[in-house]
């Protein structure tokens, strides 16, 4: 029989973790919890976690971004976060943590669950870069082989939904694409994503790829590359 998978859920709030941790399990998860980021690192480590769920108000010395930033530096595990607040939103997705989702406090137990099955299914897919082309953005090449986006020759970082979403536009050159599209075509159809998440994204390509990607904002609509 197959094992189920283990998610480690770092959450000091005794209940909200026994929330997610019911939700999870009457799913079939297996549920690790930790009160802190020390104890949260160690039981990834240990336990052969698939996913963790972590919250960025933690006690102690590490709190919920710390975490995240060195689970990043260790692997690609994926990394659902719990925020409190709205401004906490672009840190906790954007290149510097690198976390694959968040949801808001509070949260439906039903809706993380889906977004963890969401991620996980994302996770386990095929590799969608069968081919090995390099597009182009402006002036921006995007290698969808080696992931790379490069303006003059030179890489330029950027997190794994930002070079999804990249390559998507890439793809779609001269299209206005609304940000329903946009989340279908990179996210998947069976995201629940907001659009807020689809303007996140967009905002760190325009910070890090600057007029290099010809991004234009299509009042009322989405985006249109080009
Ligand atoms: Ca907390």
């Known amino acids: 029989m197959k094992e189920p998978p283990t998610i480690v859920v770092i959450e000091d709030d005794p209940n909200i973790a026994d929330l997610v941790d019911m939700y999870l399990r009457q799913e079939g998860f297996r549920v690790i919890q930790a009160e802190h980021g020390e104890g949260g690192l160690s039981a990834v480590r240990d336990q052969r976690a ?21 689970l990043r530096a260790q692997s690609d595990i994926p990394v659902l976060m719990l925020t409190a607040r709205d401004g906490e939103i672009d840190r906790v997705l954007g290149l510097e943590l690198g976390a694959d989702d968040y949801v808001t406090k509070p949260f439906s137990p039903r809706e993380l669950v889906a977004r963890v099955k969401a991620i ?30 490069r303006v003059g020759g030179q890489v330029v970082a950027l997190a794994a939904r930002e070079f999804d979403l990249l390559r998507f536009l890439a793809e779609n050159p001269g299209l206005a694409l609304n940000r329903q599209q946009l989340l279908d075509g990179v996210w998947g159809a069976d995201w629940y994503g907001d659009a807020r998440t689809v303007d996140v994204h967009v905002r760190q390509l325009r910070k890090k790829l600057g007029d290099a990607l010809p991004l234009a904002t299509v009042w009322g609509i989405g985006y249109r590359l080009g």
């Not at 870069?129 to 082989?145: K, N, Q, R």
């Open 120 to 149: 996980l299914r994302r996770a386990d897919g095929p590799s969608r870069d069968p081919g090995g082309d390099v597009l182009l953005a402006g002036d921006v090449e995007v290698d969808t082989a080696r992931r790379e986006a």
């Open 50 to 70: 698939r996913m963790v769920i972590l919250d960025v108000g933690l006690p102690g010395g590490m709190d919920g971004l710390e975490v995240c930033r060195r």
